[in-house]
């Protein structure tokens, strides 16, 4: 059974950093594509960032600031969030799904498995 469980959400300051955390259980990360995506109320689900064994993705709104890295000890999906703008403010899903991130660039597209969301809000 695959979970996904997120954390590290949290307040902050516009500038400021957070590093969010998916902590995956039943998936190995080398058949896997592990991501994050975002949801705003009123707005469209957005794919924020993708890891695979073959590629990484990152949508353009987040490109420079926000990097994704996967550490297999611990089967552990970190998003490193720098230099956060009040638009980044939403709730992130961490999520999973076999094979590779090229699904990422497909419009509503939705992987087979979620977790339950952090909170993240970049407020002054």
């Known amino acids: 059974e695959v979970r996904l469980a997120e954390s590290g959400g949290g307040l902050v300051q516009p500038g400021g950093s957070l590093r969010l955390a998916c902590s995956a259980s039943?998936?190995?990360?080398?058949?896997?594509?592990i991501g994050w995506f975002r949801q705003t109320p009123g707005k469209e689900r957005e794919g924020v960032s993708c890891?695979?064994?073959?590629?990484?993705y990152y949508a353009d709104s987040v490109k420079g600031r926000f990097t994704i890295s996967s550490h297999d000890a611990d089967n552990t999906v970190y998003l490193r969030m720098d230099d956060l703008k009040p638009e980044d403010t939403a709730v992130y899903y961490c999520?999973?799904?076999?094979?590779?991130?090229?699904?990422?660039?497909?419009?509503?597209?939705?992987?087979?498995?979620w977790g339950q969301g952090t909170q993240v809000t970049v407020s002054a």
């Open positions: 999520a999973a799904e076999r094979g590779t991130c090229r699904p990422y660039y497909r419009h509503n597209y939705a992987p087979a498995y």
């Open positions: 890891i695979s064994s073959r590629d990484a």
């Open positions: 039943g998936v190995t990360f080398d058949d896997y594509a």
